[in-house]
Nanobody, 124 residues
Framework: QVQLVESGGGLVQAGGSLRLSCAAS????????MGWFRQAPGKEREFVTT????????YYADSVKGRFTISRDNAKNTVYLQMNSLKPEDTAVYYC?????????????????WGQGTQVTVSS
């Protein structure tokens, strides 16, 4: 069982930056592939990025590629999402998720554990 808690959301102007954190409980954090998803009002939850167990492999949605960076610190049981050059369309609740699958995963249904989400609002 893994519990995930996101933090770092807030209100930022367009062009600004935020760094989200996702702290995980449990001693097996390094075995999990981690992902970030987001859900804007009235829209379905969508994939943002994923990172493998070691942090050596990552994958991004086209909409955030070149602006967002995912990373992890297995010693701290934490995964991060650095978001730069934020746009109003990035406004959403951001969720981190964990899966025991040992590959990069972009599909929402493949993730077993979810955090409660953190709100990111980008003003124009």
């Amino acid at each position: 069982q893994v519990q995930l808690v996101e933090s770092g959301g807030g209100l930022v102007q367009a062009g600004g930056s935020l760094r989200l954190s996702c702290a995980a409980s449990g001693r097996t954090f390094s075995r999990y592939t981690m992902g970030w998803f987001r859900q804007a009002p009235g829209k379905e939850r969508e994939f943002v990025t994923t990172i493998n167990w070691s942090g050596g492999s990552t994958y991004y949605a086209d909409s955030v590629k070149g602006r967002f960076t995912i990373s992890r610190d297995n010693a701290k049981n934490t995964v991060y999402l650095q978001m730069n050059s934020l746009k109003p369309e990035d406004t959403a609740v951001y969720y981190c998720a964990a899966t025991r699958l040992a590959v990069l995963v972009t599909t929402l249904s493949e993730y077993e554990y979810w955090g409660q989400g953190t709100q990111v609002t980008v003003s124009s």
